[in-house]
């Protein structure tokens, strides 16, 4: 029946041809998801004097499906007094003047929906307005905890947001849609890309902007939202939307790597990260690197786009994605997450209690049981779209909004906090060097050279230790270090270290605090010939090729085999029984052959290195009955040849 009314609706209108034939126009762009090219026409329609109730309520749901709600209001006005009887018009229009900041008029239109519409799910969405509306004044109490600054120097006319801090508080990772001219005609503006605002230390707006390379950056569709691992060597970023029709919800997530100096190519992640059928985007890593948080819109969730959490594995495989609940997700639009130093959810929402579009929510642990989500209020929250939050250090950060008094479009803003209480936090690392004997006992091991890197591998601090193995180095917060440790006849040993992820809330302090982080540094013994196990080196069936999860355990000995330069090593395959012995031989020095030519790939001097293949012959297991225990067959191994 609808359908029906607006098709007689519009051949009624159209006794002027030029403004039918623009509403043809118009609708073949807004089919197409161009809709600022549909505003155009529309408004000629409107300009020639007809087709009026049609043509503002396509205005009004072009500004609304591309995320320009409160422009779309005086369209659904003007549409529900043309006379138009459309279900959703007065529904949207409640939303649209609540993002317009005319909160009494928002929910006189909400309240009459939920008496007059006939969608159950929207009148329920409804009725969860009107209770959110009526958190409105709470939100607006105390307004002079945050001071928030426009990001001017970094900021255009076009959108800039979603900061990222890499490894270190001096560089930032942003989006922008600055870029090379090319118009996404959704909204009008360019397709948006990763840049880099490198801090020169002068003040919170310093600084120089590049684009990222262009590996990243791919013409003619969006990269957006990147985050990293604590260490600096893992990034993930949205890719996608090329701005047609389907291409509105092709967005996956990619990963890339830092090795040996670049950036890998990125990879578009594995299902069940990304979803064929869903917009997956605005990742975010947790502080130990374990968990990824992301938002996307697939099957499952509570509304539009929700908060969903992946786990990693022991071999480093992303698995396990569940929703985060309805605690923090609602019928609206959750995305943006992030996750604080100090353990905490910061997100973006527009279905939990708001001051218009999307507000920024902190989620913590209650001190019982469950999560509490709490809006951040004023100024850090406006009328206007709020998000993509990052902090720079407990008290200050950056986040996103398109609120008024902006350069452009979405604006990077400083936020500092001005009002709140905030102790002190030291933190103190103490460890011993270690190393086992020939019958696995630990024990101490003296006289060992201790470093302490930053992420660069610039040397901050260096200990020798004595009788009892100490060693002791200050730190900063939220800081990614490496801990180096040599000493002759044994392999020099790295492991990273962050104190990331350590902090405690300041809520929960009384007073300045001392964190005393205690790590033990293990290095073993160089013995020639004793097999060492390289872990997680899987290959695919009856292949030999190098595949990306092994080349990340290979890239392990490649960092051994750079920091002991004078080692000799035999890298050895073996397969487990399940074929002949000639063809598993034939099988094995293929895969010891490709994992010395990667090693070589990388810089490791081929005189270095043997390749040897031992097939079926050194089973550990004789055997072998289960998969797993085929699994331990099936190895790479290495051993120093000379030392």
Known sequence: ???????????????????????????????????????????????????????????????????????????????????????????????????????????????????????????????????????????????????????????????????????????????????????????????????????????????????????????????????????????????????????????????????????????????????????????????????????SNREGGFGGTDIW???????????????????????????????????????????????????????????????EVENMGAPINSRWDDFGIAFRSPIEGYLSSNREGGKGDDDIYYFKDVKGDIKSIDYVLVGKTMTTDSTGTEKILPNTTVRLLDPQGKTLAEATTGKDGSFKFDLSASANYELLGEKPQYFTKREPFTTYGKAIPQEELERDTTITLAYNLMLDEVVVDKPIVLDNIYYDLDKANIRPDAARELDKLVQVLKDNPNLTIELSSHTDARDTEAYNLKLSQRRAESAVEYLVSQGIDPERLQARGYGESRLLILDAQTEEEHQQNRRTEFKVLRK
């Open 1 to 295: 029946m609808k359908k029906i009314f607006i098709s007689t609706l519009l051949i009624a209108s159209c006794a002027l041809l030029g403004a039918c034939s623009a509403v043809k126009k118009g609708d073949r762009h807004f089919k197409r998801g161009e809709y600022e090219y549909a505003i155009e026409r529309y408004q000629e329609a409107l300009e020639k004097g007809s087709n009026a109730g049609y043509a503002n309520l396509r205005i009004a749901e072009s500004y609304r499906l591309s995320n320009r709600m409160a422009e779309a209001a005086p369209f659904y006005e003007a549409a529900i007094n043309s006379g138009l009887k459309i279900d959703s018009i007065q529904f949207y229009y409640g939303f649209a003047l609540k993002d317009q900041g005319k909160y009494d008029a928002a929910r006189q239109q909400l309240e009459e929906y939920t008496r007059q519409g006939n969608d159950p799910e929207r009148v329920k969405h409804a009725r969860q307005e009107i209770e959110n509306l009526g958190e409105v004044k709470r939100i607006l109490e105390n307004q002079d905890r945050y001071e928030v600054r426009n990001f001017e120097s970094l900021n255009t006319e076009a959108a800039d947001f979603a900061p990222i801090f890499l490894d270190s508080d001096q560089e930032m990772i942003f989006t922008s849609a600055r870029g090379d001219g090319k118009v996404y005609a959704a909204t009008g503006g360019g397709f948006t890309d990763l840049y880099t605002f490198t801090f020169d230390g002068s003040s919170e707006f310093g600084g120089n902007v590049k684009a990222m390379d262009n590996k990243f950056n791919l013409s003619g569709v969006h990269e957006a939202s990147a985050t990293f691992s604590k260490d600096g060597k893992t990034m993930i970023f949205a890719r996608g939307n090329n701005g047609s029709k389907r291409g509105r919800h092709d967005v996956d997530l990619y990963i890339s790597y830092y090795r040996n100096g670049e950036w890998t190519e990125p990879e578009l992640m594995p299902i069940p990260i990304n979803d064929p059928n869903a917009w997956d985007s605005t990742p975010a890593f947790s502080g130990d690197g374990r968990s990824l948080y992301f938002a």
């Open 309 to 371: 959490r992946a786990t990693r594995d022991g071999n480093g495989r992303w698995s396990r994605v569940q929703n985060m609940g309805k605690t923090i997700n609602t019928a609206g639009n959750e995305l943006f997450p992030y996750v604080s130093d100090d353990g905490k959810l910061y997100y973006a929402s527009d279905g939990l209690p708001s001051l218009g579009g999307l507000d920024i929510f902190v989620a913590t642990r209650a001190r019982g049981e469950g999560i």
